[in-house]
């Protein structure tokens, strides 16, 4: 019952560097979200995917990019790492968009 | 745009305490309301859910009704627990690709 699972859980990276995120959902979902997560402002969505195929920018891609590789795994990447990229990311997919959405454990980054 | 507001916290309450988390919403239409519980160190998960008007969620003893004359869907819960310490999150979704949370509330139950 492995559900969406995020890789790595920790990382620190110094300003400049590049790394990616890693997400996999294992319920056959069509739509998969990258979120962060910071202190007093909630959860806001970084980019989308409705379906395999296609990405979409939410509230804050600026510094990020994303792939959607298949319909199983949806990555994020940072090509050069910044101080205000600090936060915990998270990734998530659900059936369809507007669906229940499901959550991985998240991955606290920390850019020095 | 759409937006949810939450009370903010921390609530700290005694155990077997009457609970409430105001939360209040902005949108057009008819959007689906959320409550999602994120305990420490983990993602967050569904607490509940409520896709029309008057309908009320309900799980694990916490309750929220879809109050669209006052665009609300406070959660409550009878009696809380220790356990019940966490972070909740109301959210909502109009017909869009995105679920719109609220800055989260921190709830600590004491013994």
């Known amino acids: 019952n492995a559900g969406v699972t995020q890789t790595p859980k920790f990382q620190v990276l110094k300003t400049g560097q590049s790394m990616t995120l890693q997400c996999a959902q294992d319920?056959?979902?069509?739509?998969m979200y990258w979120y962060r997560q910071d202190p007093g402002m909630g959860l806001r969505l970084i980019y989308y995917?409705?379906?395999?195929?296609?990405?979409d920018k939410g509230e804050v891609p600026n510094g990020y990019n994303v792939s959607r590789l298949n319909k199983r795994e949806f990555s994020l990447r940072l090509e050069s790492a910044a101080p205000s990229q600090t936060s915990v990311y998270f990734c998530?997919?659900?059936?369809?968009?507007?669906?229940?959405?499901?959550f991985g454990q998240g991955t606290r980054l920390t850019v020095v | 745009g759409d937006s949810v507001t939450q009370m903010e916290g921390p609530v700290t309450l005694s155990e077997e305490a009457f609970l409430t988390i105001n939360c209040t919403y902005t949108?057009?239409?008819?959007?689906?309301l959320f409550w999602y519980v994120q305990y420490p160190g983990e993602g967050l998960q569904l607490l509940l859910k409520?896709?029309?008007?008057?309908d009320k969620g309900s799980n694990k003893g916490f309750e929220a009704t879809y109050r669209k004359e006052t665009t609300s869907f406070h959660l409550e819960k009878g009696s809380v627990q220790v356990s019940d310490s966490a972070v909740y999150f109301c959210?909502?979704?109009?017909?869009?690709?995105?679920?719109?949370f609220g800055g989260g509330t921190r709830l600590m139950v004491k013994p």
């Open positions: 995917s409705a379906s395999e195929g296609t990405t």
């Open positions: 949108a057009t239409g008819y959007p689906s």
């Open positions: 998530a997919s659900s059936e369809r968009t507007g669906a229940e959405a499901f």
């Open positions: 959210a909502l979704n109009n017909a869009g690709n995105m679920l719109t």
């Open positions: 319920m056959n979902h069509n739509s």
């Open positions: 409520a896709t029309k008007a008057d």
